[in-house]
């Protein structure tokens, strides 16, 4: 919102010495943001004068038109004479009134003026535009003034040229302050000055013989007001103080009636739209848009409806797409100028209309059909519905006065019944929340500055504003009270810490996950929770796979991605992809994080009150109503695991490093995995893992398959490792290190034959298992098929640790164990020793 500060004078009698940045300073103190302060004309300098063509002599041979003039300045230019100036522009003609600067002055920019030899011409000035002048950007042509001003006025004080504008970020809480009215109520607040109500006007009420409007949908519309006026001048302009006002204001000035819409809905914050009053077929109707229906709005663009788009219609359809844009079917028509006659014809009787609407209503329309516009802005934000009546009384009477048109007695007010808001709030909670004493009188006192209704004394009975739908409860009354008095009044105290019980063992367990892949070379990353259906498609997941069963977000940042995750897998791969792209080839990523899933039963989440502290009932109730999130861990691997260098040839990343990675996670539990082949997607059917700890499936490693590969245009042999956290560890578990032993190791090497059939993971559970508390680890270390293997068997090779914590141990003993081992085995799964 652009506030002029000499247009906001006239609402607030703000001190004479007043910068913009002073008020600026002030707002922002009371909680409004005020992202700029512009001098307007703060360069230039006069003399800048009014001027009256004299003579025109057309000069021919240029590549452009050229035009050598004689203009009256009046005593301007210290001689009276005419000035004689050379210009390019032929919008103007002998006779009219233009804007002249003179040599000596300095025009915006800064451009100095002097006379100069030109054309074959002395040109002793210049005939402005607008864009010259620092009005706008129109440079088409010469501003052409209202033929009764004298010629030797002073252009700069006419024209407003000199003024400061104050450049307002509205929050969506404020929409009230998209409006001169609004501004100035936080202005006189923090001035601590009277306001200047400029929607306090006479307005006659309502009666039977205003122009005839039905409402269908008072959901929609509960406030509808019209107002007539006829006998208007086409041919009126906009007075210069008008135009100004809206270019200041970021408005562009188009026609009389336009410009007084837009000019009301900047004063006082109503949106207004005219109709012409000949165009409009019979009455007004206020509706939702039926199957099929059509609309060409104001900007020439033919729109398709939604049974959900508010529109304004009269016997012939749609007329107006409600709160956002009207149609060209009703539109002010511009005035024309009939050559033989001398008569402008155009629009001379106009429909006012001044509404309120639904706000989610036009916000999802305005949406629908990208157009944003000034009207829909104000009423997604909350438009005041009481001041209807009194910006349409502005309107009518700014018509009546510069265009010279009669007002109809008739009156159209329609307005559905409004439940009076009355908030109870303690008259000492504004001091509780800030931690300083206000008192009663002064939160009374900066309540009614608000606008608000107080009666009480322990105990307030608040009635907001009609203009503040967004004070609902005691705690926005509060925040009220501490703005207006400052934030920067508030002590700053240091909040009584309790003493802590540190981490918990799960958040131990966490952290010592991230260390350990850390460790282990991996480079952890935060990736977005959110998916789409063609996450899974990349994934080759299965229709009916559960993982494609997500909780679905309102209002998703992106339509593509409406989703939040049930896997880490996509963000995690999608990073990897990106890394690559920018010529990062080796990467080993990780990440932890939530995952969410949906509940069988669908709750809907309880609105807890900031009153107080939830009960356990109302927490459990919300808990209730969450998703599940287990914490997972994901990794992905891509290039080379060991690099290559001087030293060799290196390796690259394989299924068995996403096993590694696992197992590494497993250890910072401190439990055992048991690894078995699986079929999985994403992964390769033949280079699948599946994790299983105790007797649960924790998760899955290995290479995924090429399909997904391609589809996720990732390097080929792509490895990764998904766990979930809250299976592999139990909340308040404890990990104990690994008990040291003072005492040597004895190792013991075994190869067993087995059929290729049998998995590594029965043959090595079956060792440990018969070795007994003496095995320290174990680990495969070759597996070899082939001729002396025999047909349908591999070999497995095992090395076995073997140590006590009281002794060391004999050769008899550890080959006691080996052979205790070795039998476990070959009973279980039909093992033997390789000779």
């Keep these: 919102m652009r506030v002029p500060l000499s247009w906001l004078r006239e609402y607030v009698d703000l001190p004479a010495g007043e910068t913009g940045r002073d008020v600026a300073a002030r707002l922002v103190r009371a909680g409004l943001e005020v992202e700029t302060v512009e001098q307007l004309g703060g360069d230039l300098k006069g003399p800048l004068v009014v001027g009256q063509v004299l003579s025109i002599e057309e000069l021919s041979g240029f590549k452009k038109p050229i035009r050598h003039c004689f203009v009256n300045v009046g005593d301007a230019n210290g001689t009276g004479e005419p000035q004689e100036i050379v210009c390019g522009a032929t919008n103007f003609a002998v006779g009219d009134k233009v804007v002249v600067v003179l040599p000596g002055a300095v025009l915006p920019g800064p451009f100095p003026i002097a006379a100069r030899q030109t054309y074959g011409h002395t040109s ?49 809480d404020r929409g009230y302050c998209l409006s001169m009215r609004g501004v100035a109520r936080e202005a ?95 009455p007004i109707q206020v509706r939702r848009a039926e199957a099929g229906e059509k609309i060409t709005t104001l900007d020439g ?41 001398g008569l402008t014809a155009g629009s001379t009787e106009v429909i006012i209309e001044a509404a309120h609407f639904d706000p989610i209503a036009i916000a999802r329309t305005a949406k629908r059909h990208k157009l944003p516009s000034e009207a829909s802005k104000r009423f997604e934000r909350g438009v005041d519905p009481e001041a209807a009546r009194a ?49 009663r009188e002064t939160v009374t006192r900066r309540l009614q500055e608000v ?32 703005r207006l008095e400052g934030y920067d009044n508030v002590p700053a105290r240091m909040p009584t810490v309790p003493p802590g019980r540190g981490l918990t063992e799960t958040q131990r367990f966490h952290r010592r996950v991230g260390v350990a892949l850390a460790g282990a070379g991996y480079v952890e990353i935060n990736a977005y929770p959110f998916l789409g259906d063609a996450a899974f498609d990349a994934l080759g997941l299965e229709k009916d796979d559960e993982r494609r069963r997500t909780v679905k977000l309102v209002n998703p940042l992106n339509d593509e991605e409406p989703a939040l995750r049930t896997t880490l897998l996509p963000g995690l791969l999608g990073a990897l992809r990106r890394n690559i792209g920018r010529g990062n080839t080796d990467l080993a990523l990780f990440e932890t994080g939530t995952v969410f899933l ?39 691997l891509a290039g080379e695991r060991l690099p290559s260098g001087w030293w060799g040839k290196g390796s690259g990343a394989v299924w068995a490093d996403a096993i590694e990675a696992a ?23 033949g280079r699948c893992a599946e994790l299983v700890a105790g007797d649960v499936v924790v998760g899955y490693a290995g290479e995924l398959h090429p399909r997904v590969i ?10 990764a490792m998904e766990i979930d956290l809250d299976l592999v560890f139990e909340d308040g578990r404890r990990v104990h290190g690994p008990t040291v032993s003072a005492y040597p190791v004895a190792t013991q090497d075994v190869a067993l034959i087995v059929d290729s059939s049998v998995p590594s993971a029965a043959v090595e559970d079956a060792l440990r298992e018969g070795a007994g508390e003496l095995l320290e680890s174990i680990r495969l270390f070759d597996v070899f098929t082939g001729e002396q293997a025999g047909e349908g068997k591999k070999s497995l090779a095992y090395s076995l640790r073997f140590r006590a914590t009281d002794r060391t141990l004999t050769a008899d003993e550890a080959t006691a164990a080996r052979e205790a081992a070795v039998a476990l085995a070959a009973s279980r799964t039909g093992a033997a020793l390789r000779a």
């Design 188 to 282: 006189a607040a923090a001035y601590g000055l009277p306001l200047a109500d400029p929607a306090l006007l006479d307005v006659p009420p309502a009666n039977s013989y205003g122009y005839l409007v039905k409402v269908a949908d008072p959901a929609g519309c509960d406030r509808f007001v019209a107002r007539t006026v006829t006998g208007i001048d086409p041919g009126a302009k906009s007075p210069i103080w008008l135009q100004r006002r809206l270019q200041k204001a970021g408005i562009r000035p188009i026609s009389l009636t336009v410009d007084i819409t837009n000019y009301v809905m900047l004063e006082v914050g109503q949106p207004l739209h005219a109709y012409d009053r000949g165009r409009v077929d019979g």
């Design 598 to 636: 949906p509940k069988a039963e669908l709750k809907v989440a309880p609105r807890l009150s900031v009153e107080r502290r939830p009960s356990e009932e109302e927490l459990a109730e919300l808990n209730a109503a969450l998703p599940e999130q287990p914490r997972r861990v994901a990794v992905a």
């Design 451 to 482: 606008g608000c209704s107080v009666v009480g004394a322990d105990v307030l009975e608040v009635t907001p504003p009609s203009w503040r739908p967004d004070l609902t409860d005691p705690y926005d009354l509060a925040e009220e009270v501490i």
């Design 710 to 719: 391609k589809a996720m245009h990732l390097p080929e042999r792509t490895c």
């Design 124 to 172: 002793a000035g210049m005939i402005c535009s607008a864009r010259e002048l620092g009005m706008g950007d129109d440079h088409n042509g010469i501003i052409v003034l209202p033929p009764e001003i004298q010629p030797g006025t002073d252009a700069i004080e006419l024209l407003q040229l000199v003024d400061e504008v104050l450049d307002i970020a509205v929050t969506p």
């Design 663 to 685: 197992r590494t996670v497993a250890a910072a539990a401190g439990v055992e995995l048991t690894v078995r082949q699986a079929q999985h997607a994403p992964w390769h059917p």
């Design 301 to 341: 663009v033919e729109r398709k409806l939604s049974a959900e788009d508010l529109l304004i219609c009269d016997n012939s359809g749609p007329i107006g797409l409600a709160g956002v844009m009207g149609g060209s079917t009703t539109e002010i028509l511009d005035p024309v100028l009939d050559p033989e006659t």
């Design 391 to 439: 910006a349409a009384q502005r309107a009518v009477d700014l018509l009546v006065l510069i265009a010279g048109g009669t007002a109809e007695a008739g009156v159209t007010d329609i307005a559905a019944p409004h439940p009076v808001r009355t908030i109870a709030i303690a008259a000492d909670l504004p001091d509780r929340v800030a931690g300083t004493e206000y008192g």
